[in-house]
C-alpha cells in the first residue's frame, strides 16, 4: 500500500469560501502531482511538483494554487471556492517508476 | 488525436470470460508503461508495470509491443471483482505521466 494521504476526505463548503486540500507522503518521493476528477470522467492534471519549491501548471487550467515547502507536504488551494470547483481532487506521487495515490477529496461547494 | 487511447467500451461479460483491452500511444520516446484499476469514486491502484518481454501476474498479462507502440491487457477467468475501469498509463523520462481515458470493465453474474 502507497503511503499518501489526503484531508479531508469530503468537504462541503459554501461559495466564497477559502480552503486547503492537504496532501502527505511518506516515501520520499521528490515528485508529486494534483489531479481533478468528475464522476466517469478522465483524470486531468492541474498541478505538479519535481522538488522544494518546484512547482508547475498541469494541462488543465485551474484556479487553484499549490505550495511545496517540504519534500512531504503538497497543499491546493482555492482562495475563493465556486459551484464549478466540485470534483473530485486526487493527490499522487511518484519516483522514477509508477504513480500512487491518495484516497481523493471529495468537494461540493454549494 | 490524444496521446494515449484505448478502447471505449463499456466491456460487459459474462464471469469467467477472458477479456482484453487495448491502448496505443504516440510518443516514440516513452518508456515506461502501467496499467491502473480504478474502482467507481476511487483512486487509481497500480494493477501492474508492462515490461517488452510481457509479463503476467496470476489472470493478468500485459503486453507491449513497441513497434507498433501498442499495449495490451488480457484478463482470464474473469470475476465479479474485476469490474472497474482499467486505465492505460505512458510515461517518458523527463515528462509527466499521461493517463488514457480508460475501459470500464463489468463482469457479470
Known amino acids: 500500500e502507497a503511503d499518501i494521504y489526503q484531508t479531508p476526505r469530503y468537504l462541503v463548503i459554501g461559495t466564497g469560501k477559502k480552503i486547503t486540500l492537504e496532501c502527505s507522503q511518506t516515501m520520499g518521493h521528490d515528485k508529486m502531482y494534483w489531479y481533478q476528477q468528475d464522476p466517469g470522467m478522465e483524470l486531468h492534471l492541474i498541478h505538479y511538483s519535481y522538488g522544494v519549491n518546484s512547482t508547475e501548471k498541469g494541462d488543465l487550467s485551474s484556479e487553484s494554487t499549490v505550495s511545496r515547502i517540504r519534500t512531504e507536504h503538497f497543499p491546493l488551494t482555492l482562495e475563493s471556492a465556486r459551484p464549478s470547483h466540485t470534483s473530485q481532487y486526487l493527490c499522487?506521487?511518484?519516483?522514477?517508476?509508477?504513480?500512487?495515490f491518495g484516497p481523493g477529496t471529495r468537494l461540493t461547494v454549494l | 488525436r490524444k496521446e494515449v487511447e484505448q478502447d471505449p467500451g463499456p466491456f460487459n461479460v459474462p464471469e469467467g470470460a477472458t477479456v482484453a483491452f487495448n491502448c496505443t500511444y504516440s510518443n516514440s520516446a516513452s518508456q515506461s508503461f502501467f496499467w491502473y484499476r480504478q474502482d467507481c469514486r476511487k483512486e487509481p491502484k497500480l494493477l501492474m508495470s508492462?515490461?517488452?518481454s510481457g509479463n503476467e501476474d496470476g489472470r493478468f498479462t500485459a503486453q507491449l509491443n513497441r513497434a507498433s507502440q501498442y499495449i495490451s491487457l488480457l484478463i482470464r477467468d474473469s470475476k465479479l471483482s474485476d469490474s472497474a475501469t482499467y486505465l492505460c498509463?505512458?510515461?517518458?523520462?523527463?515528462?509527466?505521466?499521461?493517463f488514457g481515458p480508460g475501459t470500464r470493465l463489468s463482469v457479470l453474474p
Open positions: 508492462v515490461y517488452s
Open positions: 499522487a506521487s511518484s519516483e522514477d517508476w509508477a504513480q500512487y
Open positions: 498509463v505512458v510515461n517518458t523520462y523527463g515528462q509527466n505521466f499521461v
